[in-house]
């Protein structure tokens, strides 16, 4: 569905790639919403989050080379969007049935692709 329309990319360490897969696999392999699922997931939703906002807000002061001081703040307003998006997440996450899961699981899925060959 995502490449049905426009979007925006961050890239992810490849470790993280593989076990976000890994994660997915397993835990649709369980297919229980326990609390070991949702605690792997959302560890797994908040890395990758982490990731997402430091390539998002972060990367593009390292491109125009920012002061430490600049980084500094816009790194403590991340840290503060974060925590925010921590609490959503979890209280989302707790209220989970399998078949949510499953939804999850899919939408991640999706989302996660392979780097193209140069």
């Known amino acids: 569905m995502l490449k049905q329309q426009s979007h925006i990319v961050a890239p992810i360490p490849d470790e993280l790639r593989t076990r976000a897969l890994y ?17 792997q997931l959302y560890n797994l939703i908040i890395d990758m989050t982490e990731t997402g906002l430091d390539f998002f807000f972060i990367e593009p002061l390292r491109r125009l ?11 403590v307003g991340i840290s ?39």
């Open 23 to 39: 994660t997915i696999e397993e835990l649709r392999e369980r297919g229980k919403a326990d609390k070991e699922a949702i605690d």
């Open 65 to 75: 080379n920012a002061s430490k001081m600049m980084l500094s703040m816009a790194k």
């Open 80 to 118: 503060s969007m974060l925590k925010g998006s921590k609490m959503v997440v979890h209280k989302v996450l707790k209220k989970l049935d399998d078949r949510s899961l499953a939804s999850i699981l899919d939408f991640l899925e999706e989302i996660i692709h392979q780097p193209e060959d140069a």
